[in-house]
């Protein structure tokens, strides 16, 4: 081992308990940690809170929708559109939909609601990871809801509820455009733009009660890489062109992504300026340190220390002041994090942030970013009080004596 860093580590495990070297690096890792700790937390809940939005909304409208213009109906089968989907089946799954708003209604308690009508084999897609009661089958003319919307109109498992379509309720009713399902199952997402308003039954079944067979409103594509996004949109719309277009789910929900993007930077700018507080106390405790060792740092100089030795000496100690409170602070932040993903120890309310927990996702790239920049910036930190003791005179040290 060096002699700047035997020196260096003796000065941070002084064994003089009244000596303030051990009280300010003491002080200084806690400091820093907490501002790290604070840091990983909030980059771990910013990453969570857009990876479960964006799952969510991923698996209600796909990662891109295929739809015409003014809302028309088109063929459920078109053979160039079908071949190009058939030979990509390694990208991307497509989802035909027919959807349409209807109302609902039990007993004289009635919604307007969108009746969106799937293949079985596709609502695990939709609905895999947000069933909370029943199960995933559809046809024969059963549907599945959202508690939200169950809730409003009083109904649950096993129930019977009518639809009808619009126009039937605003002009004379003749009950021609009506069917009754039974209630298969119920979801809940968080969102209740979706809770309350879509309405699942087969495709099947939806096409014969809309009297529209063989057609289908769009189809949306859920990719297993969405980096394919551009390319295939492109692909896509050389095939088909006017009178189509093609969205993808951000451009969607673009209003509720640029919200996001706003809260997110403010939010890791004052969480960051916590851990900018770490780093100035790392300054502050070496510059108390130095004036502490002021006769120390003449007797290594009278001894032939250089001036290099003697920056090096403190710049190790700062080095490892950041490097421990960098540690100690990332470690804290994991252990949180697992604690919170493993037993949700806190709620939110779910009709504010689309989930009733807080989520947490760790992203190690970010991680190891900020603890090389943590580190990084305590050294740099250290520069300016090492230059300060590398430029005391052993007459200095004598004089302070």
């Given amino acids: ?74 063929p459920s089968f078109q053979d160039s559109l079908t071949h190009y989907f058939n030979s990509h089946r390694n990208k991307f799954r497509a989802v035909p939909y027919l959807r349409k708003p209807v109302i609902v209604r039990k007993g004289e308690k009635m919604q307007s609601v969108l009746i969106e009508g799937i293949l079985e084999n596709n609502i695990y897609l939709k609905l895999g990871s947000i069933m909370t009661m029943g199960n995933m089958k559809i046809g024969n003319n059963i549907c599945i809801l959202g508690e939200k919307l169950a809730n409003e109109l009083n109904v649950t498992l096993g129930d019977k509820v009518v639809f009808t379509w619009l126009d039937e309720v605003a002009s004379e009713f003749s009950g021609s455009h009506l069917v009754q399902m039974t209630i298969g199952g119920l979801f809940q997402s968080g969102i209740s733009e979706y809770d309350k308003s879509i309405v699942y039954a087969s495709l099947q079944d939806t096409e014969t009660f809309l009297k529209l067979n063989d057609k289908v409103s769009g189809y949306s594509l859920h990719m297993n890489e969405q980096t394919n996004l551009g390319s295939i949109s492109e692909d896509i719309f050389n095939i088909l062109g006017y009178p189509y277009y093609i969205t993808t789910w951000k451009e969607k929900h673009s209003s509720l992504y640029t919200w996001m993007s706003v809260q997110k930077w403010p939010i890791l700018i004052i969480f960051g300026m916590i851990a900018l507080v770490g780093f100035i106390n790392i300054m502050s405790a070496l510059s108390m340190i130095i004036i502490e060792k002021i006769k120390e740092i003449g007797m290594l100089k009278a001894l032939g220390c250089t001036h290099k030795q003697i920056r090096m000496i403190y710049l190790f100690d700062g080095t490892i002041i950041g490097t421990v409170g960098t540690i100690i602070g ?52 250290s520069i300016f009080p090492t230059s300060f003791a590398s430029k005391i005179s052993p007459a200095e040290a004598i004089r302070y004596e």
């Fill in 1 to 74: 081992m060096s002699f700047p860093r035997t020196v260096s580590l003796r000065h941070l495990r002084s064994p003089n308990r009244d000596s303030f070297t051990s009280f300010a690096s003491l002080s200084s890792i806690s400091g820093l940690a907490i501002g790290i700790a604070a840091l990983v937390i909030t980059m771990s809940i910013l990453n969570g809170f857009e990876k479960t939005i964006s799952q969510k909304l991923v698996n209600f409208d796909g990662h891109l929708q295929i739809n015409p213009i003014l809302g028309n109906t088109v």
């Fill in 330 to 381: 990332a470690s804290i932040g994991l252990i949180l994090i697992w604690l919170q993903g493993k037993f949700q120890l806190i709620s939110i309310p779910e009709d504010v942030y689309f989930m009733d927990k807080i989520p947490v996702i760790i992203s190690w790239e970010y991680l190891a970013i900020i603890c090389f920049s943590c580190i990084s910036a305590s050294v740099l930190a």
